[in-house]
Nanobody, 116 residues
């Protein structure tokens, strides 16, 4: 079955960096686009970044453009989210996502807390 497992979250000071990873299994990873979302308390889930199956194209939300980048390693079945210049408002649970045969799959999420 499709599984997505996020890791790499934690507590970081404002201005710091984190790299999130999402390990995928149970499907042909290299054949599908992957995305990162986040959800802060009391807010809707927000799409942050999407990468095509061959990394030929990425889309980054305006709210994090210039600070976050998405990448993937198809040999490792892993997608990454590099987050730089983190701000307190980036505090949220971060999820990876893929759409396989019209069904959306989500990981369990990883908590990112930006605080001094």
């Amino acid at each position: 079955q499709v599984q997505l497992v996020e890791s790499g979250g934690g507590l970081v000071q404002p201005g710091g960096s984190l790299r999130l990873s999402c390990a995928a299994s149970g499907f042909s990873f290299s054949m599908y686009a992957m995305s990162w979302y986040r959800q802060a308390p009391g807010k809707e889930r927000e799409l942050l970044a999407t990468i095509t199956r061959t990394s030929g194209s990425t889309n980054i939300a305006d709210s994090v453009k210039g600070r976050f980048t998405i990448s993937r390693d198809n040999a490792k079945n892993t997608v990454y989210l590099q987050m730089n210049s983190l701000k307190p408002e980036d505090t949220a649970v971060y999820y990876c996502n893929t759409l396989v045969r019209s069904y959306a799959y989500w990981g369990q999420g990883t908590q990112v807390t930006v605080s001094s």
